[in-house]
Every structure is written in C-alpha cells, then in structure tokens.
C-alpha cells in the first residue's frame, strides 16, 4: 500500500526566504506526482504535476523536482511572501492496476510566511 | 470556466437522515473523484469513475453510494448518515490519469 509522508509538518519563515517541502513515497511505481496548496477552509489548488518520466517542473517562483528512484520529492520556493502562506500538500498516482486515478495524499505541511 | 462545482457548500443532518452531494464538471473529462477529508487522516478517496457509465470503490466507500448521472455530473448519497462522517467532501476530475482539478468542498456536520 502507498504511502505518502510529508516533512515537516509546519513552517514557520520570515518573508523573502526561500524554502524547500519534502515528500516521500514507499512505493516508487507511480505514474504521477502533483503538489497542491489548500487555504484555510477552501479547496485544493494544483500547483504543478509532474510524470513519472520528469525530473522537475517550474512554475513562477515555485520548483518541484522528483527522484522516482528513491521515492522523493521537493517543492522549492523562491523568496517566499505572506500570501504564499497554506498548507501544502503532495499527492502521487499509482502506475497501474485497479488504482487506475488514485491519489493518495501526504499529511500536508502548514506553512507560515510572516512579514 | 467554472471547473468543478460542488453543492451545497454547507450541510448539518441529524443521524439517520440521508443527503446527496452534487458535482459538476464543465472541462470534458472523463474521470471523476469523490474524497473526504478529516484531521489527522489527510484526504482519502471514496469512490472514483474512470469514465461515465463506470464506478469503483475508492478507498473508505462504506456507507456511501455514487451515481455518475452523465459525463458532467457525480453525485455522492448518505443513505442513513452517521456521526462517522462528519467531514470535509471534496470532487475532483480529471482526464484519465492526469492533473486532477478540485472543487470547493461540502463541509458536513452529522449530529
């Protein structure tokens, strides 16, 4: 069974450092991995995907990387700001059998930007 | 572009009553999802269909039932709802095994 761990649990930073989220799996078989950002009360909000067959993705100040091998993954941010604050959460898609589309979510890690 | 529409936003039932979670999608895709969210557990999936006519159990479906009703809409039932799920439902699609796009969430109280 897949299991996502997320590390650490809560992030606390003073704006404009840059910051780096970690995501585990045990099961290195996956098709994807997505991170997502979640605000207090609110839905989830895809940041970015990344395949199996990808080393990493950008978007703006945001950098995901991925080594399938070792079951790892990072989400970078880039001189972080107060609105970056949310809780982050990494999410991967098994490769194949009757998981066809499962994502099975890490615990998330809160993070803090303050001014 | 809506995305995916979720109704209703707010729910309190008392237990024994039963209630259907509406979900829309308006960007085409074939897979669509149902989790529930709750401290401490992370987010976890119910049901899930691959495509219109078909549906799976995800990984928590007891006391819950699906219907996809057409390629837009899945809905999700509590027959008889219970304290258990007192959550945070989430939908969410996707074109086959790619980026799975959310809904806003119902947050359900079952008293």
């Known amino acids: 069974k897949q299991e996502v761990t997320q590390i650490p649990a809560a992030l606390s930073v003073p704006e404009g450092e840059n910051l780096v989220l970690n995501c585990s799996f045990t099961?290195?078989?996956?098709?994807?991995l997505q991170w997502f950002r979640q605000d207090p009360g609110k839905g989830l909000t895809s940041l970015l995907l990344?395949?199996?067959?990808?080393r990493e993705q950008t978007s703006g100040r945001l950098n995901a990387s991925l080594d399938k091998s070792s079951g790892r993954s990072t989400l970078y941010i880039a001189a972080s700001q107060p609105g970056d604050s949310a809780t982050y959460l990494c999410?991967?898609?098994?490769?194949?059998?009757?998981?066809?589309?499962?994502?099975?979510f890490g615990q998330g890690t809160i993070l803090t930007v303050h001014p | 572009n809506a995305g995916v529409t979720q109704t209703p936003k707010f729910q309190v039932l008392k237990t024994g009553q039963s209630m259907t979670l509406q979900c829309a999608q308006d960007m085409n895709h074939n897979s669509m999802y149902w989790y529930r969210q709750d401290p401490g557990m992370g987010l976890r999936l119910i049901y899930y269909s691959a495509s219109e006519g078909t549906t799976d159990k995800g990984e928590v479906p007891n006391g819950y039932n699906v219907s996809r009703l057409n390629k837009r809409e899945f809905s999700l039932r509590l027959e008889s709802a219970a304290p258990s799920q007192t959550s945070v439902y989430f939908c969410?699609?996707?074109?086959?095994?790619?980026?799975?796009?959310f809904g806003p969430g119902t947050r359900l109280t079952v008293l």
């Open positions: 999410a991967v898609k098994d490769g194949g059998g009757t998981s066809y589309g499962k994502l099975t």
């Open positions: 990344i395949q199996s067959s990808q």
């Open positions: 099961d290195s078989a996956i098709y994807n």
């Open positions: 969410a699609s996707s074109e086959a095994r790619y980026e799975q796009f």
